[in-house]
């Protein structure tokens, strides 16, 4: 078992950054990594894939703008957040591709204001 813990969230006006961490207790080298986000009234999405060989995948409501990474010798995959949206506004959370429901973390929040 994994324990992954978000940060770097917060309030950012549109057109902004932010970027996103996500810290494993142990080594996920091996696992291919996401980032999911949830909206208030929607449903959880996967936005951005890392797969372990290093190939990336985004949602198309956030290609162009997120780039997804990762530092297997920290532990750590990234999601760096350009010209962000409104419609960006989410709770973010990492989690393995397939997830499992025993990773999900307390998530961070982003609010972009308009």
């Known amino acids: 078992q994994v324990q992954l813990v978000e940060s770097g969230g917060g309030l950012v006006q549109a057109g902004g950054s932010l970027r996103l961490s996500c810290a494993a207790s142990?080594?996920?080298?091996?696992?291919?990594m996401g980032w999911y986000r949830q909206a208030p009234g929607k449903q959880r999405e996967l936005v951005a894939s890392i797969f372990s060989g290093g190939t990336t995948r985004y949602a198309d409501s956030v290609k162009g703008r997120f780039t997804i990474s990762r530092d297997n010798a920290k532990n750590t995959v990234y999601l760096q957040m350009d010209r962000l949206k409104p419609e960006d506004t989410a709770v973010y959370y990492c989690n393995r591709i397939p997830y499992y429901e025993i990773y999900w973390g307390q998530g961070t929040q982003v609010t972009v204001s308009s």
């Open positions: 142990r080594s996920i080298f091996s696992l291919s």
